[in-house]
């Protein structure tokens, strides 16, 4: 990475006393684990649109697609206010490079999904956004978000740290040497991160393929927007194990002529035994990375797939 990788978050999860009641949320895999990764641009929509600390709880009320946004006891309402923030501080935050955002869950102003909204008789229904992150993926459709309490889970955890990593190696592969012209780089991209696409979306890593191909006949600013799409589009989808199966499989036929037969065997073996839940996803990369250092495969070295992002965050340590 040729510079720090600019993720957007609730302050509270960062341990700043911005909340309502004078306290913090701070999530310690967030601020400790992925702060060692990642440079943290905090956001506090409350606090930033000039409520104080502490202050009177608010709520989302009236129609889930469209929600007041009041406080509780005193009825006050600071719909636009908010909305009116909202828009110009994510505006504001396409000065920021970011890569992603972690949003405060079930907050009226940063949830951004299955936030409670209140109807006329005080009863709750999940299925509201709240104001500012409405805004905020209003303005950044494309941009890898989730919520601190979702990153619990082993898998949103993992492909949503997977999609940060990607997209700055796309902005960095964009960056370029200043020698390399844009259609060769994206197609060095591409076959960077052919198997990790086939991972996710055999489907959509052929659309970005023939993109690729025709790179040279786009103006460049609609063959960025419309790659850009397709990658996002693709890494949000599941890379479940039959399909992790699929490409450990095509992997292992770069080493057809090299491995003895024992060792695909056993490889094989490793293999079934990930895509039957025994083993996790680590173990059948560890051994076609051993592999593929000591046959020297420069085709494999260079492939994402296999170190999509540091090894030292465990994300393919779960079964």
């Not at 970011?98 to 949830?111: A, E, Q, T, V, Y």
Request: glycine share 6%; hydrophobic share 40%.
């Amino acid at each position: 990475m040729t510079e720090p990788i600019r993720v957007g978050v609730s302050a509270c999860l960062l341990g700043q006393p911005v909340r309502y009641d004078g306290g913090h949320k701070c999530d310690r895999y967030v601020a400790d684990t992925l702060g060692r990764y990642f440079e943290f641009v905090p956001v506090c929509p409350e606090v930033e649109c000039g409520l104080g600390v502490p202050r009177e709880a608010m709520r989302l009320v009236g129609d889930p697609d469209a929600p007041r946004l009041m406080t509780i006891k005193t009825g006050v309402d600071l719909t636009e206010r908010m909305r009116s923030f909202a828009v110009a501080r994510a505006q504001a935050l396409a000065e920021e490079n970011l890569c992603g955002f972690i949003f405060k869950s079930k907050s009226p102003s940063s949830g951004f999904t299955r936030v409670k909204v209140y109807n006329d008789k005080g009863a709750p229904a999940e299925r509201g956004v709240g104001l500012f992150a409405r805004a905020f993926l209003d303005r950044f459709p494309r941009l890898p978000v989730e919520d601190e309490g979702r990153l619990h889970d082993d898998k949103l955890r993992e492909n949503f740290i997977e999609r940060i990593f990607t997209l700055k190696r796309w902005r960095d592969t964009l960056a370029g040497d200043g020698q390399t012209s844009l259609t060769a780089r994206v197609i060095a991209f591409t076959s960077r991160h052919k198997l990790l696409l086939m991972a996710h979306s055999p489907q959509l890593a052929r659309q970005i393929g023939r993109l690729t191909a025709e790179a040279k006949n786009w103006p460049a600013d609609a063959l960025l927007q419309s790659y850009e799409t397709l990658l996002m589009q693709a890494l949000s989808l599941p890379a479940t194990p039959a399909k992790h199966a699929n490409v450990l499989q095509h992997i292992m036929g770069y080493f057809k002529t090299i491995l003895t037969a024992d060792e695909k065997v056993e490889l094989n073996e490793v293999i079934d035994n990930y895509r039957l839940g025994l083993v996790p996803l680590i173990v059948p990369i560890t051994l076609l990375g051993h592999y593929t250092r000591k046959y020297d495969v420069a085709y494999l070295k260079d492939q994402a797939y296999l170190t999509p992002h540091p090894i030292e965050l465990k994300l393919r340590n779960h079964a």
